[in-house]
């Protein structure tokens, strides 16, 4: 078995072993993989943080040992970005890169962060997953990918699914969630109603076959932001997701969660 942890900003995971594959999801910097399977030009992996598989690029693989991946893995804390974009400096030959927010700093300690040989310097602000996870604080984290457009598999505010954002916004709170709706959907405790419902709640959508195909999170009274055509806030009751914009409800309700 091989591992890796990605080193560049944003890597795309895509469906199949090719740059014309849908891309499923992203790898932002610091998150860490197994590598399960591989082609010439394409390794398949599984992203230790959500289980989720994907194949990369074999020229934005960054291996490391076994023994890097478990002290990661078995740590089962994190530190993440919380700047919505910031630098980095390799200390190694001073050059400078962008990170996003929740980036993962593997090892951070006195501002440095260490990835096997290689050390980054990083002056920005950061989140520890053993804080204690609040709705204010989700709330807050949701509220800076405002605006960020809407990408099918994209977890960065520069291009965001829904459920990418959904997950981010927990992860740098310090809560691990699935990839996908659905599977996000199968977790947490179920609420009757929106009125039951409080701040940092998601709520699932499902089309007309009943399939789970939209997350938000849950704010204020009856207000809902989510990744539609962009990160947006709509209002939302027992029906749906009603667009302030086009006047019209866009996604059926199907169920709320509350995750804390």
Known sequence: MKYGISILSVVPGREEASDKAEMVTQLLFGDHYKIIDERVNWVKIRIAFDKY????DRKQVFEVSKEIFEEVETSREWTSCTDLVNIIQNANNNEMQPIAMGSVLPFFKNKIITIGSEHFAFEGNTAHSKETLSRSKILENALLYINAPYLWGGKSPFGIDCSGLTQMVYKIAGKKL????????????????????EDGDLAFFDNDE??????????????????????????????GIYNVDTNTYSHKLRLIKQII
């Not at 699935?178 to 419902?197: C, H, K, M, N, W």
């Open 210 to 239: 009943g399939s789970i195909i939209h997350v938000g999170i849950l704010m204020n009274e009856n207000e809902i932001i989510h990744a539609s055509g962009k990160v947006r806030i709509d209002k939302i009751d027992h029906q």
């Open 53 to 56: 598989e994907c194949w990369i």
């Open 178 to 197: 699935p990839r996908d709706a659905y599977q996000q959907a199968e977790i947490g405790t179920t609420l009757s109603f929106v009125e039951e419902a």
